[in-house]
T-cell receptor, first 115, second 113 residues
Framework: DTGVSQDPRHKITKRGQNVTFRCDPI?????LYWYRQTLGQGPEFLTY????????KSRLLSDRFSAERPKGSFSTLEIQRTEQGDSAMYLC?????????????FGPGTRLTVL | GQQLNQSPQSMFIQEGEDVSMNCTSS?????WLWYKQDPGEGPVLLIA?????ELTSNGRLTAQFGITRKDSFLNISASIPSDVGIYFC?????????????FGTGTRLQVTL
């Protein structure tokens, strides 16, 4: 399978715990994005990387959120001291820089439930 | 927050019927894309549009990039049961950061036999 993969697919945690999600993009794609999607809404942009550089962060990304892409391949998204409002689907997408780089391909998502 | 309005919010159609949905914005977009999302899965890219007025097809799907750059339309011909899902429009704002997509609120499609 050469698509975007995410792990885990589901995560249930208690309020106050830290969680970390992983995303593996399509292998030749150098751009990687994180989005958050709540029930009944479209995905909302959180942050994006070009290679290992994090180039933009949304206002939605509070100080409790941190994302990394240390070697320009896979990425991790960590949420510290989770709150119930963090419950959502966290989606990762990747694209290839170039004339069609807006064609972002999404992974299956990680559904987070904070109790 | 969201800047794209999709209509209708939901629709029930019979198998074999054609479907039309649209996406509008008060802002100008450089690029429009249409995605389909099944429950519990990530969005799947259906069609990408790059030029105002562009009409692009992908099988039974046809999408158009509005001349004003503020809207887009998606048509599905001869719907089948596997067309069920939520359809999202997405775009890159002309004044926005490269690569960041803004999504609409979705159109939920249900197909009856």
């Amino acid at each position: 399978d050469t698509g975007v993969s995410q792990d885990p697919r589901h995560k249930i945690t208690k309020r106050g715990q830290n969680v970390t999600f992983r995303c593996d993009p399509i292998s030749e794609h150098n751009r990687l994005y994180w989005y958050r999607q709540t029930l009944g809404q479209g995905p909302e942009f959180l942050t994006y990387f070009q290679n290992e550089a994090q180039l933009e962060k949304s206002r939605l990304l509070s100080d409790r959120f941190s994302a990394e892409r240390p070697k320009g391949s896979f990425s991790t998204l960590e949420i510290q001291r989770t709150e119930q409002g963090d419950s959502a689907m966290y989606l990762c997408a990747s694209s290839l820089e170039g004339t069609r780089d807006f064609e972002q391909f999404f992974g299956p998502g990680t559904r987070l439930t904070v109790l | 927050g969201q800047q794209l309005n999709q209509s209708p919010q939901s629709m029930f159609i019979q198998e074999g019927e054609d479907v039309s949905m649209n996406c509008t914005s008060s802002s100008i977009f450089n690029t429009w894309l249409w995605y389909k999302q099944d429950p519990g899965e990530g969005p799947v890219l259906l069609i990408a549009l790059y030029k105002a007025g562009e009409l692009t097809s992908n099988g039974r799907l046809t999408a158009q990039f509005g001349i004003t750059r503020k809207d887009s339309f998606l048509n599905i011909s001869a719907s089948i049961p596997s067309d069920v899902g939520i359809y999202f429009c997405a775009g890159q704002l002309m004044t926005g950061t490269a690569s960041k997509l803004t999504f609409g609120t979705g159109t939920r499609l249900q197909v009856t036999l």
